[in-house]
């Protein structure tokens, strides 16, 4: 699964370089960008990893784009900097997934990071929508993730006890700890990912917030199992994380989202970026019932706007009782950010 050293990743690089050419997207680097990467290559060649990984880390300090991050990436994994390497390959995720060369190097990359989460997610999700070429390529790489979490508990198995018994008691942190923990919960493997995560789900101490994050890793990595939730009105739900959308895609805040560029998007940006945000925090709030909750979008957007702005409501022309309702849910999703600032 890993590729085979210096020569494969460099031929990938060369030929998404040879290929930017071709398009006539050429790009003027500054002499010091060239230099940092020429040493970096030299060094490479070398092996001298460590080296290689602080002039491409130079190199991509002066101009950041993907083919820079792929040598920085592969110098940092190489000089075993793993978790640096994971985050820096994060920030072109999205590129990564490009070819199944590039998704073959990031999945390994996670995998020496012990990112079993993230692994997971992008292996079922491909797998899922995959062609009849590809199905036995992702079928290897699901059996490389499963021998990769199989090596990890057995070599690591006090570890992930550990990590396991901090998650079952994140109650009893602060919020700041209880979501610097859950980023660490991405090194359970997904069978122990996925029974820590019904149990989040179901505590009624854990931030709405975080629980919209949990079932949402759970939605990506395709969980068919059936799942408690308790939700905002202090109620259980039972929901199968794979038959749901990603927070964003429901229709309701589609609309919404839509409706607020359309009506202040051009005249007042300052608005507009911050009422985003917060429709964004409160999608994840009502994760995964919004549909249910915003089924007006265009009153919630004139909510919103009449508690921000000087665009007041007429009230006179409005349904009180719908009214009522969502400036109860709004002030209710507030309150539920006020508790981050706690």
Same mark, same amino acid.
């Given at each position: 699964m890993r590729n085979k050293g210096l020569v494969v990743k460099i031929k990938l690089i060369l030929k998404l370089q040879r290929r930017r050419d071709l398009v006539g997207e050429q790009i003027p680097f500054p002499k010091n960008f060239d230099r940092f990467i020429m040493l970096g290559k030299a060094a490479a060649k070398k092996e001298d990893w460590k080296v290689a990984a602080d002039n491409f880390s130079a190199a991509y300090q002066t101009k950041q784009d +993907?083919? *820079?991050?792929l040598l920085l990436a592969t110098a940092l994994m190489e000089s075993g900097q793993y978790l640096v390497a994971r985050q820096v390959a994060g920030e072109y995720e999205n590129d990564y997934q490009a070819s199944l060369s590039l998704i073959s190097f990031y999945i390994s990359l996670l995998l020496t990071a012990h990112d079993f989460v993230k692994a997971t997610q #992008?292996? $079922?999700?491909?797998?899922?929508?995959?062609k009849a070429a590809d199905i036995h390529f992702w079928m290897e790489t699901q059996k490389h993730i499963k021998g990769a979490e199989n090596k990890y508990r057995h070599e690591e198995a006090a570890h992930l006890k550990e990590l396991q018994k901090?998650? =079952?008691?994140? !109650? $009893?942190? !602060? #919020? =700041? &700890?209880?979501? $610097?923990?859950?980023?660490q919960a991405n090194q359970l493997p997904k069978e122990e990912f996925t029974v820590t995560a019904k149990w989040l789900l179901r505590n009624p101490f854990v931030h709405p917030l975080l629980k919209a994050n949990v079932l949402a890793d759970l939605q990506k990595m395709r969980v068919s199992d059936?799942? !408690?939730?308790?939700w905002l009105d202090n109620k259980e739900y039972q929901v199968i994380p794979e038959r749901l959308l990603p927070i964003m895609e429901y229709k309701s805040i589609i609309t919404l989202k839509q409706l607020l560029a359309e009506k202040v998007g051009? $005249?007042?940006?300052?608005?507009?970026?911050?009422? *985003? &945000?917060e429709i964004n925090?409160?999608?994840? =709030?009502? =994760?995964? +019932?919004?549909?249910?909750?915003?089924?007006?979008? *265009?009153?919630?957007l004139a909510v919103y706007l009449d508690f921000y702005t000087t665009d007041k409501l007429n009230k006179k022309q #409005?349904? !009180? &009782?719908?009214l009522t309702q969502i400036q109860q849910w709004q002030e209710k999703l507030r309150e539920t950010t006020n508790i981050l600032t706690l």
């Open positions: +993907f083919n *820079t991050n #992008i292996c $079922d999700q491909h797998l899922a929508k995959a901090a998650l =079952y008691n994140l !109650s $009893d942190r !602060s #919020i =700041y &700890e209880q979501m $610097d923990l859950l980023k059936e799942v !408690s939730l308790l051009n $005249d007042d940006p300052i608005v507009y970026q911050n009422l *985003t &945000e925090l409160h999608a994840a =709030y009502l =994760y995964p +019932f919004a549909d249910k909750v915003v089924k007006d979008p *265009t009153l919630w #409005i349904d !009180s &009782e719908n």
